[in-house]
């Protein structure tokens, strides 16, 4: 049993971690490094620490409470839990167009096969997990292998790169230029949206709740942040390394610059590897935790669970195999991804102090401090940020 519980932590943590890392990801971090340079270690340190305040806030009261966001928003706020369900699935649909087209772009550059191909068997292979008996074991097998190929790989692309680390860590502390942009973008990419709730709602699926859990469930969350993180920052110094030397990232496709600059024709190789299981991980975890954010409202979607996620990964399939990468689309619902983490990690807080709700659970007053802050800072900044896609649709 307890080996069953440390690979579900384990598997939480990766889940979320390989939710966050998708072809967006990957195109924000090179694009970001390319404008901010070596200031913008300061934006990820920022981002790690905003992260965490929600991440760890978020899971905690999931545990405790025994209850899926949803439920624990309806609990708050009467049909809250149905506008946060509305507003996670819509962004993962969107976002999963977005990932299936990733994963198509990834076998397109490893095999040849059109983009549309590529995608379409890309499905095909997440679809697959989801028809396993024991789908939550092998989605975080799957989400591990992946996490750890990923990382290794840029890793070694990093230290061919040669990036100025020195500046890279002064410039962390001391940034010359900020961009608040990049923050929100930053924060709703690795915690907005679906993404922070994946590993919650897997460990409660697992079992892993309660105030017993605790302790566990805040190492699984910290966890899964700095996984996330490790890769965060192997790929800003690997896009330093080589926009430090005067190279231009391609525009239609920035982050494979690198890869294929260090390394040729095998770093293009390296590269489609890592865009296909950052791509893949992300369409099943988008899948399930968007699923995970009805099955509550009815027992039939809980009986036929799975059967919900393989329609959610053929319908995302399809959208992009006959219309393409709604482009426009992906941009607002990247900006909104970091809107909703306010309010998802505001109605959690309110929560997290009812009794109703977490019992005679006594909510730590620095989470909740912690919490509130990051609840302030992305309102704030996600207003900004919105206010500017908006001007920019009419200048």
Known sequence: MANNNRSALLGAAFLMATSAIGPGFL???????QSLLASFGFVILLSILLDIGAQLNIWRIVAVSEKKAQDIANAVLPGAGYFLAVLIVMGGLAFNIGNVGGAGLGLNILTGLSPEMGAVISGAIAVGIFLFKEAGKAMDRFAQVMGFVMIALTI???????????????????PEKLDVIAIVTLVGGTVGGYITFAGAHRLL????????????????????ILIASIMRVVLFLAILGVVSQGVTLDPKNPAATPFSHVAGNFGLIIFGIVIWAASITSVIGAAYTSVSFITSFSPKIEKHKNCWIVAFIVISTIVLATIGRPAQVLVFVGALNGLILPVSLGLILLAAHKTKIVGNYKHPIWMTASGAVVVIVMAILSAMTLVKYFNSLFV
């Not at 195109?27 to 490094?33: G, I, K, N, S």
């Not at 692309?157 to 001391?174: D, H, Q």
């Not at 079992?207 to 969350?221: A, F, H, Q, T, Y």
């Open 156 to 174: 070694y692309v990093a230290v061919k790169a040669s990036p100025p680390v020195g500046e890279a860590v002064v410039r962390t502390f001391l």
């Open 205 to 224: 699926d697992a079992g892993i709740k309660g105030k017993e859990s605790l302790k566990e469930v805040s190492k699984s969350s910290v966890s899964a």
């Open 27 to 33: 195109t924000q971090t090179a694009t970001f490094t």
